[in-house]
Antibody, heavy 123, light 110 residues
């Protein structure tokens, strides 16, 4: 059974750092694009970042570029999101999602999502 | 990187059909046949219901269908059921940005 499980969320002060992790199981992890998508309170889904299956190429939304870093460890079936210089507007539930295949355009076919981890940025 | 445009809400009675539009540009929806739709119930993980404009993943009822014309994609729910009440999001590939979402549409079953 395919499973995706996020962890690492919590309360952090503005300007702080948080590292989210996503542990996957039940599939050949190294054959799939992985993405992070967030939902702020009362708002819609917002794509945050994606990484290709090999980890060689990363993509970021303009709102997080330069502050967030996505990475993956295919030997441990995990993907991370390092979030620096956090702002109040980064407060959201962060979802990890498995893309539909190895190429980056397969990100739109994200067919397995975790339950999300809450990030709250507040003093 | 601008969000795709969806109506904020649509509603229909059980058994009726509703259609949700998703308008983008020639750089996203109009440029690629990589438009997907997600169903999102509060407190749950989003669920992929349409990929590549028209494809239904295994297990998704055939009352859900997708289409595209120019810069606008559409999701139609035929034979609306109570469990279809949820938020629906379109998502398009946009080259530099692998996923661009719409603002979401709340479907209410009257």
């Amino acid at each position: 059974e395919v499973q995706v499980l996020e962890s690492g969320g919590g309360l952090v002060q503005p300007g702080g750092t948080l590292r989210l992790s996503c542990e996957a199981s039940g599939f050949t992890f190294s054959s799939y694009v992985m993405s992070w998508v967030r939902q702020a309170p009362g708002k819609g889904l917002e794509w945050v970042s994606s990484v290709t299956a090999s980890g060689a190429t990363t993509y970021y939304a303009d709102s997080v570029k330069g502050r967030f870093t996505i990475s993956r460890d295919n030997s441990k079936n995990t993907v991370h999101l390092l979030m620096n210089s956090l702002r109040a507007e980064d407060s959201a539930v962060y979802y990890c999602a498995r893309g539909g295949g190895v190429v980056i355009l397969a990100a739109t076919r994200s067919d397995h999502w975790g339950q999300g981890t809450q990030v709250t940025v507040s003093s | 990187q601008s969000a795709l445009t969806q109506p904020r809400s649509v509603s229909g009675s059980p058994g009726q059909s509703v259609t949700i539009s998703c308008t983008g540009t020639s750089s996203d929806v109009g440029a690629y046949n990589y438009v997907s739709w997600y169903q999102h119930h509060p407190g749950k993980a989003p669920k992929l219901i349409i990929s590549d404009v028209t494809k239904r993943p295994s297990g998704v009822p055939d009352r859900f269908s997708g289409s595209k014309s120019g810069n606008t994609a559409s999701l139609t729910i035929s034979g609306l059921q109570a469990e279809d009440e949820a938020h629906y999001y379109c998502c398009s590939y946009a080259g530099t940005y692998p996923m661009v979402f719409g603002g979401g549409t709340k479907v209410t079953v009257l």
